[in-house]
C-alpha cells in the first residue's frame, strides 16, 4: 500500500514537473487555454469535494469566485500580493462559515436556490457598496502579475487541492461525510456532529474557490460586479464535476478537461446559442452518465474482471 | 419499580410530544433499570417509535425529561446522544447502501470518544459480524443483503459503539421462525453483555422470552405496566390490542 502511494506521488511531481514548463512553450493562446483548463479543474475538485459526498448541490461556486476576484480589485494595489491571497481566502472562508452555518440545515432543493439567491445577494451588496460607499461602477486592476504567475499559482494551487483532497477522504472527517451523504439521520446516531462536518468541507471547499478568483484576477484590467460574479461558472462547474463524477477526488477533473475544451471552441464559434448548447450537454450527461465519467470507468474496470472498486452511490 | 441497584439507565417523566393537534405521546413515566430488557408494546399508532424518537434526540420533547444514567438529555442533539452511549435501531431498516459491511459497522464506532486505536476498531468489527452471522460478509456492500441480513447488519451497527442502552424498534417484525429463534438468542445473549435494552415489539412470544417487564402505550399514553407475563394478561391491554382478542402471536 505504502509503495504504491510512493509510487503515485512520484509520478504526481512528475506530471507537475512537466505542467510547469507550460509557459516555456512561448504560446500565449496554449497558455491561455492551459489557464482555463487549471481553473475549471480546481474550480469542480473543490465543487466535488463538498458536494461529491454529502450530495448537497451547491450553485455558490460564482459567489465565493467574486468574492477572491473582487478582493483583489480592491486590495491588489494596497497589499503585498501573498497578504491579498491570504486575505480573499479568509473572507472565502468566513462568508462560507456565515452560510454553512445558517443554510446546511436546509436539504436538498432549498439549499441548491439558497445557494443561487447568496450569489445574487451578494453581487448586490457589491454593486451597492460600489456605488454608494466607493463611488465607482468598476474597478481597474493593477498588480504586477503575468500569465505565467497566474498559470504557476493556478497549478500549485491544483496540486493542494488533490492533496488535501486525498488527506480528507482518508480522515475520519472524511468519513463522516460519506455517512451522512448516505443517510443523515443514522450519521448522527453514530455520534456524528454532521453540522459541523458539513460546515467544515463547505468551508474548505469555498476557500479553495474563493483563491481561484483571487488568482484570477489580474486577467482582468478591467472588473466590475457583473464580470466577477458571473452565475455561468457555477453552471459550467456543476456540469463538469457531474460529467466527470462527483463523488470520486479525480472525477471532476474528467469533466472539466474536455468540457473546459468544448466549452472554449462553442463560446468562440456559437457566441449567441452557447447557453442552449450548454443546457442540452448538461441534460445529455445526466440521462446518460448518471454517475460520471468516474462511474463508467469504475463499471468498465468491474466488468472487465479488474479490482472491483469501492462503490459510492453518486 | 425504582431498584436500589445505582442510578436507573434511564428514567422518563412527563414526556410529551404533539404533532399538530395530535398528542403521540402524553405524559409518559417509565424507568429501564440495568441490564433489564424493557418491552414496549402498543397497537400501531400508540406512540412507541415517537417515543424512541424522544429518547434518541430525533425529535424535541415538548415536556418532560428523559435522564441517560442520571444526566438530562431532553432536546440534546442526537449526536450527543449517541456519545453518551445510546444506539439503536429503525423501524424501517436504514444501512448505508453505499457501503460495504465492514464499513457500516465502522460508521457505529469511528465517532465515539475515546476513538478507538485502529488495530482495536478492525478487531471489533470482526468480532461483531460474527457475532450477527454475517461473518465473511465484510466487502459485500450493503445494497446487496437480504432483508434479514440488512436487520444484522444495523443492529451490529448499533452495538459498534458498545452503547449502554440500545433501543430496538421492531427489530424482530418480518423474520420467519428459525430467524425469529437466532434473532431471540442474539438479543439474550445482549443482555449478558450488560447492554440494557427497550425493546419495541409486536411478536409477542419474543417479548414473553426476552423481556422482564413491559409498558404498554395506547393513544401516547401508558395503560399498563409490570411484570411481562402480568401486563399481557391484562385486560385493559388485551382490549387495546385486539379489541378483546386475546394477546399472542
Ligand atoms: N413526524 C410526525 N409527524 C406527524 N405525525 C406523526 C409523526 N410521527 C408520528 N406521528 C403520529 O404519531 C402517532 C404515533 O406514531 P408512532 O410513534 O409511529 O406509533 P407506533 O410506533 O406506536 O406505531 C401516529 O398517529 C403517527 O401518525
Ligand atoms: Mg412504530
Redesign the interface.
Known amino acids: 500500500m505504502s509503495t504504491r502511494i510512493a509510487g503515485f506521488g512520484a509520478t504526481a511531481l512528475a506530471a507537475l514537473a512537466l505542467l510547469a514548463l507550460v509557459p516555456r512553450l512561448g504560446n500565449a493562446y496554449y497558455l491561455a487555454l492551459a489557464i482555463s483548463l487549471l481553473q475549471y479543474t480546481v474550480l469542480a475538485t473543490a465543487w466535488g469535494m463538498f458536494s461529491g459526498p454529502t450530495r448537497y448541490v451547491s450553485l455558490a461556486t460564482t459567489a465565493f469566485f467574486g468574492v477572491g476576484a473582487y478582493t483583489v480589485a480592491v486590495l491588489g494595489e494596497i497589499l503585498p500580493w501573498p497578504l491579498v491571497l491570504l486575505t480573499a481566502a479568509a473572507l472565502g472562508a468566513i462568508v462560507a462559515g456565515i452560510v454553512g452555518l445558517s443554510t446546511l440545515r436546509l436539504s436538498g432543493v432549498y439549499f441548491v436556490i439558497f445557494t443561487f439567491g447568496l450569489t445574487e445577494l451578494i453581487r448586490q451588496l457589491v454593486v451597492w457598496f460600489e456605488v454608494n460607499k466607493s463611488r465607482v461602477l468598476g474597478r481597474y486592476v493593477f498588480v504586477n502579475i503575468t500569465q505565467a504567475d497566474i498559470y504557476w499559482q493556478l497549478l500549485a494551487l491544483t496540486a493542494a487541492v488533490f492533496l488535501l483532497g486525498w488527506l480528507i477522504a482518508r480522515s475520519?472527517l472524511g468519513?463522516?461525510l460519506?455517512?451522512i451523504?448516505?443517510?443523515e439521520?443514522?450519521?448522527?446516531?453514530?455520534?456524528?456532529?454532521?453540522t459541523f462536518a458539513k460546515v467544515a468541507l463547505f468551508t474548505i471547499s469555498a476557500t479553495v474557490m474563493t483563491l481561484v478568483g483571487a488568482i484570477m484576477a489580474p486577467r482582468w484590467t478591467y472588473i466590475e460586479p457583473s464580470i466577477a460574479f458571473n452565475s455561468m461558472i457555477s453552471f459550467q462547474v456543476l456540469i463538469m464535476a457531474l460529467l466527470g463524477g462527483a463523488h470520486r477526488l479525480w472525477g471532476p477533473v474528467l469533466g472539466a478537461v474536455p468540457l473546459t475544451l468544448l466549452f472554449e471552441l462553442l463560446s468562440a464559434r456559437f457566441p449567441n446559442t452557447f447557453t442552449i448548447i450548454l443546457g442540452c450537454i448538461f441534460l445529455l450527461i445526466v440521462y446518460m452518465l448518471p454517475r460520471g465519467v468516474a462511474g463508467l470507468f469504475e463499471k468498465l474496470s468491474t466488468t472487465a474482471g479488474g479490482k472491483p472498486t469501492?462503490?459510492?452511490?453518486a | 419499580m425504582s431498584q436500589d441497584s445505582g442510578t436507573p439507565v434511564l428514567t422518563i417523566s412527563g414526556l410529551r410530544r404533539a404533532f399538530g393537534g395530535l398528542v403521540a405521546v402524553n405524559d409518559l413515566d417509565f424507568t429501564v433499570a440495568q441490564g433489564e430488557i424493557m418491552g414496549l408494546l402498543g397497537p400501531n399508532g400508540s406512540g412507541k417509535t415517537t417515543a424512541l424518537n424522544l429518547i434518541s434526540g430525533v425529535l424535541r420533547p415538548d415536556a418532560g425529561t428523559i435522564r441517560l444514567m442520571g444526566q438530562n438529555i431532553a432536546g440534546l442533539a442526537s449526536y450527543r446522544i449517541a456519545r453518551l452511549g445510546l444506539a439503536r435501531t429503525f423501524q424501517l431498516v436504514r444501512v448505508l447502501d453505499g457501503m460495504d459491511c465492514r464499513e457500516n459497522i465502522k460508521a457505529g464506532l469511528a465517532f465515539q470518544r475515546p476513538h478507538l486505536p485502529a488495530s482495536e476498531a478492525e478487531l471489533r468489527i470482526d468480532r461483531l459480524l460474527d457475532r450477527v452471522g454475517l461473518a465473511g460478509h465484510d466487502r459485500r456492500p450493503a445494497a446487496d443483503l437480504t432483508y434479514i441480513d440488512r436487520k444484522r447488519l444495523e443492529l451490529a451497527r448499533a452495538l459498534a459503539a458498545k452503547p449502554r442502552l440500545l433501543l430496538l424498534d421492531e427489530w424482530l417484525a418480518g423474520l420467519n421462525p428459525s430467524e425469529l429463534a437466532i434473532g431471540i438468542d442474539l438479543i439474550r445473549s445482549l443482555r449478558a453483555d450488560g447492554i440494557t435494552i427497550v425493546l419495541v415489539e409486536h411478536v409477542m412470544s419474543a417479548v414473553r422470552a426476552l423481556c422482564d417487564r413491559c409498558i404498554v402505550m395506547s393513544s401516547g399514553r401508558k395503560i399498563a405496566e409490570g411484570a411481562t407475563a402480568d401486563v399481557l394478561s391484562d385486560a385493559a391491554v388485551v382490549k387495546a390490542y385486539l379489541g378483546g382478542v386475546a394477546v399472542d402471536a
Do not use: P, S, Y
Open positions: 475520519r468519513f463522516a460519506r455517512v451523504g448516505e443517510d439521520t443514522v450519521a448522527k446516531h453514530c455520534g456524528i456532529n454532521t469501492q462503490r459510492v452511490a
